[in-house]
């Protein structure tokens, strides 16, 4: 149980179009969904909170007019890189947690390379 | 949420236990230890968690100590499919956020 996916896994863009990555929880709802970004060699770090029907929590320094989140339903989640650049070429991870428990479930990831 | 402090790396022989430690000195009451683990290239992979008691389930035992400072993560018998950063984060109540470290990067060796 708890399986998060993401699509896609993996994409490569031109530098100035936007991207979206979608996050799905597969076998339970989730009122929480969290995106996250890992450059190599480095750790995840948070970009935002997104919570179901509600306007997302983005972490400090994490441009909202650039990752545009979205959590329309208890089971999907979207984050929309506008204008990509080469700079935001990097590992985008979803979480998702189950209603009540801290118990964070993690997408596969997707890789974005932007050209 | 607490800080945690892990060894950067350790080694592990095939077939043998993996004891991973960390300490969390300044954990509070109501904060609780999870450990998640990074296989390269995957998506964070939930392993277990913990308040004051130890847990064991089908991948891991996870031991705190009575003062809950410290607390080992232990894989009974490692296979070269368990090689992967492991991290252990201190977490506490709905409001709180996984934090990531640079956690302990085990390689499991033939």
């Known amino acids: 149980g708890a399986v998060v996916s993401q699509h896609p896994s993996r994409v490569i863009c031109k530098s100035g179009t936007s991207v979206k990555i979608e996050c799905r929880s597969l076998?339970?709802?989730?009122?929480?969904m969290f995106w996250y970004r890992q450059f190599p060699k480095q750790s995840l770090m948070l970009m935002a909170t997104s919570n179901e029907g509600s306007k997302a929590t983005y972490e400090q320094g994490v441009e909202k007019d650039k990752f545009l989140i979205n959590h329309a339903s208890l089971t999907l989640s979207t984050l929309t890189v506008t204008s990509a650049h080469p700079e935001d070429s990097s590992f985008y991870i979803c979480s998702a947690k189950l209603i009540g428990p801290d118990t964070q479930y993690f997408g596969p990831g997707t890789r974005l390379t932007v050209l | 949420d607490a800080k945690t402090t892990q060894p950067t790396s350790m080694d592990c022989a095939e077939g043998r236990a993996a004891n991973l430690p960390c300490n969390h000195s300044?954990?509070?009451?109501?904060?609780?230890v999870y450990w998640y683990r990074q296989i390269h290239s995957q998506g964070p992979q939930y392993i277990i968690h913990?308040?004051?008691n130890n847990e064991t389930n089908e991948m891991a035992s996870l031991i705190i100590t009575e003062d809950r400072k410290s607390s080992t993560l232990i894989l009974p018998h490692a296979t070269l499919r368990d090689t992967a950063v492991y991290y252990c984060i201190a977490l506490g109540g709905s409001q709180g956020n996984l934090i990531f470290g640079k956690g302990t990067k085990l390689s499991v060796k033939p």
């Open positions: 913990g308040l004051k």
């Open positions: 300044t954990i509070s009451g109501n904060e609780y």
């Open positions: 076998d339970f709802q989730a009122t929480t």
